[in-house]
C-alpha cells in the first residue's frame, strides 16, 4: 500500500467545481488502496487579497479588511454550500471559517491601530487562506463519506524566523510530521494540510515564500517517505515555455531535478524553486498534472537528466527586474568589489538573480528585483564611498524595464555552439542583448534585455527548443 502525497494549486482550489474534481482524484487514489496525504493551496486570488489587506492595514486603512473579509467569507461560505449536503458536516466547518474569519478581522484591526505590518504580521495574515481552503476540501471529503481532518502545517512544519522566507528545519520537521500524521494514515484517515506556512520553534506563524505549497508538499512528502509526489495544477505539465506567452508551447515528459530547479530560478512559475531539494536524498519521483485533465502523464522529475540532443528543453523569463551597473576605470586589479557590492545588496534585501563581469575589469553588472533598485543602489553607493570618491568607481548606475530570458537543458553542457545559436536568434529577430550570462551548472543560458522585446525574444528562442522534446 502506497503513500501517495498529492498536492493541489490555487485554480484547483479555486471553486466548488474545480474542488469536485480535486475530490474524484483523490477518491480514485484512495480507491487503489493507496495511503493518501493532500496539501492544498488557498483558493485562487485568496493570497494576493490577503496581502494587498496587511498593507492597507498597515497604513492605518481602519477600513479595508471589512471589504475583503467580506468577500473572503461570501467565496467560502458559497463553496461549502455548494459542496457539502450532511447539516453537521456543514455546521461544523462553517464555524470553524467564521472563527477563522473573527481571528482575521481582529488582526487586521490591531494592524490598522499600530499603523505598521511587519513581517510576522504579513505572514500571520497571509496564512488565513490555506487554513481555509484545507477545511473546504476536508468537510468535503467528510461529506462524501471519507475519513478526513484539516491540519495547519504550523503543527508540523518548524522553520527558522525568516519570515516571508522561512526554510524549514527538516529533522525537527520530520518527527513532528511522523508523530501526527503516521497514526492517521495508518487509519487510512486523509489528512488535508496546508500548504505554503510553518511556525517557528516558538510556535509563530510563518511562510515559506510566494507559491511555496509546492515546497511545503515535498517537505511534507520526503519527512514520510513518500512513494509519489504528485504536483497538481491548471496545465498538462511542465512546458517548453509559458504558454500563456508561446500557446504552442508543448509539454516536456521527463526533466532532471537540476533542470527543473533552474527553470523555476529563472521564472518558470508553474512550480516553486525549492520543490525538490527535500526529494534529492530520496530520489522519489515527482509528478506534475493537471487537476483538470488527469488522464494526462505530465511531467516526471527525476534525479538523472535525460541528455537530449536538441540540447535546449525550455525558456523562461523573470520580469520585473533591472540592471544595475557597477563602472570604474580604476577599478582593474581592485579586488573585493563585487563582493562588497553583493553585501550591500543583500543588506538592502535585494537578491541578486543573475550576475556578469567585463572581461576588461572595468564594470560588473547584475539583475535585481525592480522593487528594491534604490535601496540597493544607495546601499553600493555607501559601501563603495572611498572608491567613488577616489574616483576609481565612476558609477553605479541601473536601468529599468529589463527582463530576464534563460535557455535551460542539460545537453547544453558540453555542446559547443549553443550560445552562439541563442545569440544569432535573437539577432535574427533583431533584439539587442544587454547581458548574457551563463548558469554555473552549464544547464543555462541567461539573456538580459529590454522588457519590451521580451515576449519575442522568449517566441524566437523557443524555435530552438528541441523537436523530441515536444512529446
Ligand atoms: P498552482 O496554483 O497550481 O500552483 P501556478 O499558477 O503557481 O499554479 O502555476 C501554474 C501556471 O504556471 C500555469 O497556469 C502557467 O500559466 C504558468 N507557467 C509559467 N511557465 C510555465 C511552464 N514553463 N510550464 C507550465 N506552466 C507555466
Ligand atoms: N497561496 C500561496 C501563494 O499564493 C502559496 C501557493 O499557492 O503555493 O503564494
Ligand atoms: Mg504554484
Not at 510566494?210 to 504528485?230: V, Y
Request: aromatic fraction near 4%.
Amino acid at each position: 500500500m502506497a503513500l501517495l502525497t498529492l498536492k493541489f494549486g490555487g485554480t484547483s482550489m479555486g471553486g466548488h467545481d474545480a474542488i469536485r474534481q480535486v475530490a474524484r482524484i483523490i477518491s480514485e487514489h484512495y480507491g487503489q488502496g493507496h495511503r493518501i496525504l493532500t496539501v492544498v493551496s488557498a483558493m485562487s486570488g485568496v493570497t494576493d487579497l490577503l496581502k494587498q489587506t496587511a498593507r492597507a492595514s498597515g497604513d492605518g486603512d481602519e477600513a479595508a479588511h471589512v471589504a475583503t473579509v467580506g468577500e473572503i467569507r461570501r467565496r467560502h461560505h458559497e463553496t461549502m454550500e455548494q459542496l457539502v449536503e450532511n447539516a453537521d458536516i456543514k455546521h461544523e466547518a462553517l464555524t470553524d471559517i467564521d472563527t477563522l474569519l473573527d481571528g482575521l478581522t481582529q488582526m487586521c484591526h490591531s494592524i490598522a491601530v499600530l499603523r505598521d505590518v511587519t513581517p510576522r504580521g504579513m505572514d500571520l495574515i497571509m496564512s488565513f487562506g490555506e487554513r481555509l481552503s484545507a477545511r473546504i476540501l476536508s468537510a468535503h471529503l467528510r461529506d462524501l463519506g471519507y475519513n478526513s481532518v484539516a491540519i495547519d502545517a504550523n503543527e508540523l512544519i518548524v522553520t527558522d524566523e525568516n519570515f516571508q522566507d522561512a526554510a524549514p528545519l527538516m529533522d525537527e520537521t520530520t518527527v513532528k510530521v511522523r508523530t501526527r500524521l503516521v497514526p492517521l494514515l495508518e487509519q487510512r484517515v486523509i489528512p488535508v494540510v496546508t500548504g505554503y506556512i510553518g511556525a517557528t520553534r516558538k510556535g509563530i506563524i510563518t511562510t515559506l515564500g510566494r507559491g511555496a505549497s509546492d515546497f511545503s508538499a515535498a517537505i511534507l512528502g520526503a519527512a514520510l517517505e513518500t512513494d509519489d509526489l504528485d504536483i497538481y495544477t491548471d496545465v498538462d505539465g511542465i512546458m517548453t515555455t509559458d504558454p500563456r506567452i508561446v500557446p504552442t508551447a508543448k509539454v516536456i515528459p521527463v526533466l532532471s531535478y537540476g533542470e527543473i530547479g533552474e527553470l523555476a530560478y529563472f521564472g518558470a512559475k508553474v512550480l516553486h524553486p525549492k520543490t525538490v531539494q527535500p526529494m534529492i536524498d530520496r530520489g522519489s519521483p515527482v509528478r506534475v498534472r493537471n487537476t483538470f485533465n488527469p488522464q494526462h502523464i505530465g511531467t516526471l522529475l527525476q534525479p538523472q537528466a535525460e541528455i537530449t540532443s536538441g540540447t535546449i528543453k525550455a525558456i523562461t523569463m523573470i520580469k520585473d527586474v533591472s540592471l544595475c551597473s557597477v563602472e570604474g576605470r580604476g577599478m582593474v586589479g581592485v579586488p573585493g568589489l563585487a563582493g562588497r557590492s553583493f553585501t550591500a545588496c543583500a543588506r538592502a534585501n535585494a537578491s541578486l538573480l543573475l550576475f556578469s563581469q567585463s572581461s576588461s575589469e572595468q564594470s560588473f553588472c547584475f539583475i535585481i528585483p525592480t522593487n528594491r533598485v534604490e535601496a540597493a543602489l544607495e546601499s553600493i553607493r555607501y559601501e563603495l564611498r572611498s572608491e567613488i570618491e577616489r574616483r576609481d568607481v565612476d558609477r553605479v548606475w541601473s536601468r529599468d524595464d529589463v527582463v530576464i530570458i534563460t535557455a535551460v537543458g542539460a545537453g547544453m553542457r558540453g555542446t559547443p555552439g549553443v550560445a552562439a545559436r541563442v545569440c544569432s536568434a535573437l539577432a535574427d529577430n533583431g533584439i539587442n542583448i544587454l547581458v548574457i550570462a551563463q548558469g554555473s551548472s552549464e544547464y543555462s543560458i541567461s539573456l538580459v534585455v529590454a522588457t519590451e522585446d521580451g515576449a519575442k525574444a522568449v517566441q524566437s528562442l523557443h524555435q530552438l527548443v528541441a523537436t523530441e522534446v515536444t512529446g
